[in-house]
């Protein structure tokens, strides 16, 4: 497994969680603008912030899973977990007009094709292939 398409979506994951998490960190404000949000209050700036602290300490997690995902399995899990989460979110906002298709559908999209590709990809364990006769632990049992 070593460079499988899962173990590439959970570094690249990793790497835009960092990164995402850093800039609402350091920079709330052009994140407010960039979604397309005024005139919000300072605290809100706090809250943002947040959110990127737990994005930057959640990429960890991602960069070790992309090592070995079939032993980090549960990583794979929280993947689909949370762009399921981020995309009925969206959705919800959405649909009760508290936000915008231009302030969300960016978010909700990647949210979707993230969950998709995790599921896609997930580790399965191998099929065990039984041929006439015998059986994958041994011989057929006499008649």
Request: with cysteine; charged share 10%; glycine share 10%.
């Amino acid at each position: 497994m070593k460079y499988s398409p899962l173990r590439i979506l959970l570094a690249l994951d990793a790497a835009v969680l960092f990164l995402l998490g850093l800039f609402l960190i350091l920079a709330p404000r052009q994140v407010e603008l960039a979604f397309h949000f005024k005139d919000l209050p300072n605290g809100v700036s706090y809250i943002i912030g947040l959110w990127g602290c737990i994005l930057a300490t959640m990429a960890p997690g991602y960069a070790v899973a992309a090592m070995d995902p079939i032993r980090h399995v549960v990583w794979v899990q929280v993947g689909i977990a949370r762009g399921a989460l981020e995309c009925v979110l969206g959705a919800i906002y959405l649909a009760q007009g508290i936000v915008t298709w231009q302030q969300a559908g960016f978010g909700i999209m990647i949210a979707a094709l993230i969950t998709v590709a995790y599921i896609v990809l997930y580790p399965r364990r191998p099929r065990v292939i039984q041929t006439t006769g015998r059986s994958a632990t041994g011989p057929a049992p006499s008649p």
